[in-house]
């Protein structure tokens, strides 16, 4: 079992930035792939940016390349995602996840690809 809880949500403005953070808990990290999703209101939850936690290595949804960077603390068992430049489309509930499955390569990941969740933090970002 593995416990993601997300925090650094919030309301700013366009142009601004924003840190989330996805602390885990039950397991170590090594050897899966983390992930970033949001979901808007009314819309499906998509995929954001992705970390291999025993390589390092990123891959990010083209909305996002550029803006937002993806990067997990091991000693912390913490995930982060930096984010600038925010736009009002960025505005949506952000999750965490976790897939056990070991990754040489990070990749675009599903939501069927991940077996556990956090339960989401707010970012608003007004224009």
């Known amino acids: 079992q593995v416990q993601l809880v997300e925090s650094g949500g919030g309301l700013v403005q366009a142009g601004g930035s924003l840190r989330l953070s996805c602390a885990a808990s039950?397991?170590?990290?090594?050897?899966?792939?983390m992930g970033w999703f949001r979901q808007a209101p009314g819309k499906e939850r998509e995929f954001v940016a992705a970390?291999?936690?025993?390589?390092?290595?990123?891959y990010y949804a083209d909305s996002v390349k550029g803006r937002f960077t993806i990067s997990g603390d091991n000693a912390k068992n913490t995930m982060y995602l930096e984010m600038n430049s925010l736009k009002p489309e960025d505005t949506a509930d952000y999750y965490c996840?976790?897939?056990?499955?070991?990754?040489?390569?990070?990749?675009?990941?599903?939501?069927?690809?991940?077996?556990?969740w956090g339960k989401g933090t707010l970012v608003t970002v007004s224009s």
């Open positions: 039950g397991r170590t990290l090594s050897r899966t792939t």
């Open positions: 970390v291999t936690w025993s390589g390092g290595t990123t």
């Open positions: 996840a976790v897939d056990l499955r070991f990754r040489r390569q990070a990749g675009p990941l599903t939501v069927g690809d991940m077996e556990y």
